[in-house]
């Protein structure tokens, strides 16, 4: 069973989510965005696990507190989203020690304020034995920017595909690497937002990789993403290949109308045109992939690689 | 190190908290509530942990999900709030089971949608091996009443000290019992505040003990809490000491003027005068309790009666 299918399955059983009164996005983008008579306020949750998303045995503990916060922050610039307030939940295993508690803390503090995020409330709670992981989850509030919360749901056939940054390699195989130092693009995407206005049609935050979350944007847009493999912008240590596969960049992927004057960068970071938004395949269609990346004379299917996380049942 | 002594370690030393713009009521109160241009919003966060608050070897999956999100329900009653809305995020075994996790979130959602407060965000995510146990946070998010809400701060000297239901032993030993099914006392709270407006002084609700959650009131207050014994009511299965220490019971405590018209019962819930408030005891008092239980002609420092863990270091 892959996560995202748990969560489609309890989303789409809910009635409560189609009272149009309280949800405006639902379930299925980067964030939920309610409306409280009149002001609307967006709402996501993230988590970070030993053994799963870091581990705490080589990583520098401010650096597990950072990312713990900074993966939530990710998905409010994936709505292009003005950050309001964070919650955290932490369960430490019982022999984490006074210092380290601390120490965590102090950095979950530090990245949220950074960002304009402060965390307004928490809990803390330890597991009833030492061999138990740490897990901390953070929900993080946020207000729509003046042009609106950008949706995966946006884009349209004829869009041009942009990312930022530089993709792959971002998790070292010795569980270090630019995932735990990476910049949520908070700034960038307020930037785009307020620049392109209407032109920016859609966009997401690639934690699992530029092939499975560009078929995020095809799949909630109902179009097909095409991607030029030469075109993607790679970390030095790393080909095309794991660039589209190998996730946790938290870069952003978005598109833009064809006539959108995107800048080449913004705030330094560079924004690099990768591919183009296609009419969906049709239901005739023998291999429907809603991401195409073409190499050379290849057609490759990439819906599916990247970072789904399965259970073993 | 106490739970609560890392939260306010974290919470002291945060110089955006003091930014009265954002937080009306930062942490330490059962929720914080932020302004957002004008609108009031509540948040919390609590975690269920297996092993810590549950036992998932022995409790049927239904009433692990209802727990995971009534925990966080009864923080939205502590302040006489309206539910919103509710995030979860939870971390399971990778063999936890397909229909194990669809029952543990059709529980969730059940019990969020009964009190109005629909999931709208989540993340889920397997532990990397089988021994790792479940863990679950849900954050909720409420509005305040037309009174506004109720906080721990508001205790009077002269007020009188409710309690509603009846205290003690929700945690039977085979790890079932009421902390399973206990129902969040918010429409209790929300007639409380209708009923008495501007008379209702102080709540909170009561998951560590009467007497560690009734400390809590008067600490945020600054004044003391004298209980007595005798009007304690407690459940069929144990004596005053008990349901003073106990926990898990998710009913509230809560402070009102002594002219106050407060019902005897609300909706079929027991509402019962255990105590009143007083000034806070002198610096050159030997024994500074904030809770005083008067069991006939002796008298119980009763603040560390309860249920606060630690960790071993």
């Avoid at 489609?8 to 965005?33: C, N, W």
């Avoid at 709505?79 to 006074?98: I, K």
């Avoid at 938290?250 to 833009?256: D, G, V």
């Avoid at 560079?270 to 005739?284: C, D, I, L, N």
Wanted: glycine share 8%.
């Amino acid at each position: 069973m892959r996560e995202s299918d748990l969560l489609e399955h309890i989303f789409q059983t809910s009635k409560a989510l189609r009272r149009s009164d309280l949800v405006v996005i639902g379930p299925g983008d980067d964030m939920a965005m309610i409306n409280l008579a009149g002001r609307r306020l967006l709402a996501g949750v993230d988590q970070l696990i030993d053994g799963r998303h870091v581990r705490l045995a080589v990583t520098p503990i401010h650096l597990v507190g950072r990312k713990a916060i900074a993966r939530s922050l990710s998905d409010i610039a994936a709505m292009a989203a003005r950050p309001v307030a964070t919650l955290v939940a932490a369960a430490l295993p019982p022999d984490f020690g006074v210092d380290r508690a601390n120490q965590l803390f102090d950095s979950m503090r530090a990245v949220a304020e950074q960002y304009n995020a402060p965390i307004i409330g928490g809990d803390i709670a330890f597991h009833s034995d030492p061999s138990k992981p740490l897990v901390c989850s953070a929900t993080v509030l946020a207000e729509p920017s003046a042009t609106g919360p950008i949706t995966r749901s946006g884009a349209r056939p004829g869009d041009i595909v942009f990312v930022t940054g530089l993709l792959g390699g971002s998790l070292h195989p010795n569980g270090l690497g630019r995932h735990l130092t990476f910049e949520p693009r908070i700034d960038v995407a307020l930037k785009l937002a307020s620049t392109l206005g209407d032109d920016l049609h859609a966009m997401i935050d690639i934690s699992d990789g530029l092939g499975r979350d560009a078929s995020h944007i095809a799949e909630r847009s109902n179009v097909q993403v095409t991607i030029d493999a030469a075109r993607i912008p790679c970390n030095d240590d790393c080909d095309w290949r794991r660039a589209l596969s190998d996730g946790e960049d938290y870069e952003l992927c978005f598109a833009a109308a064809p006539n959108a004057n995107v800048p080449g960068q913004i705030g330094g970071v560079q924004v690099t045109a990768v591919g183009e938004v296609r009419p969906a395949p049709g239901r005739a269609s023998p291999d429907r992939a809603r991401v195409v990346v073409q190499d050379g004379n290849r057609q490759l299917k990439a819906d599916d690689l990247g970072w789904e996380h399965s259970s073993e049942s």
